[in-house]
């Protein structure tokens, strides 16, 4: 008889065990249909942006989001939070910061004059730097500024800020975020960014590369054409690796002058392995004119020194262009590739455009 038990629970055992590894596989091998990638690269992209989120959101419960991510215990280094209630305050907290700080913009109204605020401390990939408002529309930043924050330290979130460009000639506001040199694994999450020429520039310098970032569930829009000759392309990603601009709304992108030819978004430079997820792209939402293009591997290409390698040829290599909507573009393609290679167009919906120019 307890021969008998012992292998029913063998049996069972060995059942379970085949009937929970079929199951894995089976999610593997959808996650990869559907990503177009590998299960394991799937999930440790979705999952770490999301813990490192937490881990600025709830600094009291970081040794247990570390735990999660490495599987080691224990406090983060170097975690403070601040709170600023004025634009000096801002920027004296960002000089003063150290890995694991945690900067909360109070409600307001905050102005900013001159050429750009400048971001050089650096996080590191267990403690990055935080800066935020509470949520949403509690904290508003006029920037009457070239270029807006401009990174160059690693490891930093920016979250929750609306962020309008206010200067007098469309020419001066390019960038509400220029992500440069060294400044890697940059998050820009949930924010609402309105009225620059480019909100988001990402490109190399002497330093390094700005790779490994993430744009997640930001809005970019513009009240109206821009009246300058200057490149208009939302997010305009030059030379960098691994970046993830999933989740946003992008709309209204629109050049009044010169050859009158704007972007959503674009990646080029001879960078690598860059995705575009579930972007909603509208080239016409609130007004009419000019030839809008949605997203695009290789843009309008590079001049040399722009390029990672020296060389852009390929401009872009790996990209992935998957689930998003590209809607409204009825001067020219919703997609389209430029000396692209091993590009992966999959699973989007395209509609009201010129289609896909693949060149």
């Known amino acids: 008889m307890i021969r008998w038990i012992i292998g029913r629970i063998l049996r069972l055992?060995?059942?379970?065990?085949?009937?929970?590894?079929?199951?894995?596989?089976?999610?593997?091998l959808y996650t990869q249909y559907v990503f177009q990638?590998?299960?394991?690269?799937?999930?440790?992209?979705?999952?770490?942006?999301?813990?490192?989120?937490?881990?600025?959101?709830y600094p009291s419960a970081r040794p247990l989001f570390d735990l999660a991510a490495d599987g080691r215990g224990g406090a983060s280094p170097g975690a403070d939070e601040v709170s600023v209630a004025t634009p000096r305050e801002l920027t004296a907290a960002i000089e003063k910061a150290a890995p694991g700080t945690v900067i909360t913009v109070l409600s307001g109204l905050y102005r900013f004059d001159g050429h750009s605020i400048d971001i050089r401390p650096a996080g590191t990939p267990d403690n990055p730097i935080v800066l935020r408002a509470t949520r949403l529309g509690a904290a508003t930043f006029h920037f009457n500024l070239l270029e807006g924050l401009h990174v160059q330290g690693a490891y930093w979130r920016f979250e929750n800020l609306l962020i309008e460009g206010v200067c007098?000639?469309?020419?001066?506001c390019e960038h509400a975020f220029h992500v440069v040199g060294g400044a890697a694994g940059v998050v820009i999450r949930n924010n609402w960014v309105a009225n620059f020429n480019s909100p988001v520039k990402v490109n190399g310098s002497p330093r390094g590369y700005p790779d490994n970032g993430s744009i997640l569930r930001n809005a970019f829009v513009n009240d109206r054409p821009r009246q300058t000759d200057n490149p208009v392309t939302f997010l305009d990603i030059v030379a960098a690796n691994g970046w993830v601009v999933d989740?946003?709304?992008?709309?209204?992108?629109?050049?009044?002058?010169?050859?009158?030819?704007?972007?959503?978004?674009?990646f080029k430079g001879a960078g690598a392995d860059n995705i575009f997820e579930r972007n909603l792209v509208r080239c016409e939402w609130r007004h009419r004119g000019g030839i809008r293009i949605g997203l695009s591997f290789g843009g309008g290409g590079t001049t040399g020194e722009g390029c990672r390698s020296g060389s852009c040829s390929p401009e872009h290599t790996?990209?992935?262009?998957?689930?998003?909507?590209?809607?409204?573009?009825?001067?020219?393609?919703?997609?389209?590739?430029?000396?692209?290679?091993?590009?992966?167009?999959?699973?989007?919906?395209?509609?009201?455009?010129?289609?896909?120019?693949?060149?």
């Open 13 to 28: 055992t060995l059942i379970g065990l085949l009937a929970t590894l079929l199951g894995l596989t089976g999610l593997a």
């Open 37 to 57: 990638e590998s299960f394991y690269t799937t999930w440790s992209r979705l999952l770490r942006p999301q813990i490192a989120w937490q881990k600025g959101k």
């Open 168 to 172: 007098a000639s469309d020419s001066r």
């Open 247 to 266: 989740g946003n709304f992008i709309a209204d992108f629109a050049k009044a002058l010169g050859n009158r030819v704007s972007y959503g978004a674009f």
């Open 318 to 359: 790996g990209g992935i262009l998957r689930s998003n909507i590209v809607m409204d573009c009825p001067n020219d393609v919703g997609v389209y590739l430029n000396q692209s290679a091993r590009t992966t167009i999959h699973n989007n919906l395209i509609v009201n455009t010129r289609g896909v120019d693949v060149r």
